[in-house]
């Protein structure tokens, strides 16, 4: 299993972002896929989730109406755009497999300053 996220970067507040993550190593479409994010000094928070359906989507309410996540099965890969960024998004920013704890990559670090 292989889960690797880029895209991430430093935005002023109000600005935009999307994360995408390239998967390999398993049958993608049968997956349900995450975000997750992990603000300096903190633990793991749910971000967002897209079941394999592709049609059951949640979010969490800090993000809720300016974070969009997305899915291309073909390509296995899973999205996330994020606007309107607030500097509380700061973090890194992780897909995972299956549940918020599943397998993920290395990350990809957004900072968004005020």
């Known amino acids: 299993v292989q889960l690797v996220e880029s895209g991430g970067g430093s935005v002023q507040a109000g600005g935009s972002l999307r994360l995408s993550c390239a998967a390999s190593?398993?049958?993608?479409?049968?997956?349900?896929m995450y975000w997750v994010r992990q603000a300096p000094g903190k633990g793991l928070e749910w971000v967002s989730r897209i079941k394999a359906d592709g049609y059951i989507i949640d979010y969490s309410d800090p993000v809720k109406g300016r974070f969009t996540i997305s899915r291309d099965d073909s390509k296995s890969m899973v999205y996330l755009q994020m606007n309107n960024l607030k500097p509380e998004d700061t973090g890194k920013y992780y897909c995972a497999r299956g549940t918020v704890n599943g397998n993920r990559g290395q990350g990809t670090q957004v900072t968004v300053s005020s």
């Open positions: 190593g398993f049958i993608f479409r049968l997956w349900d």
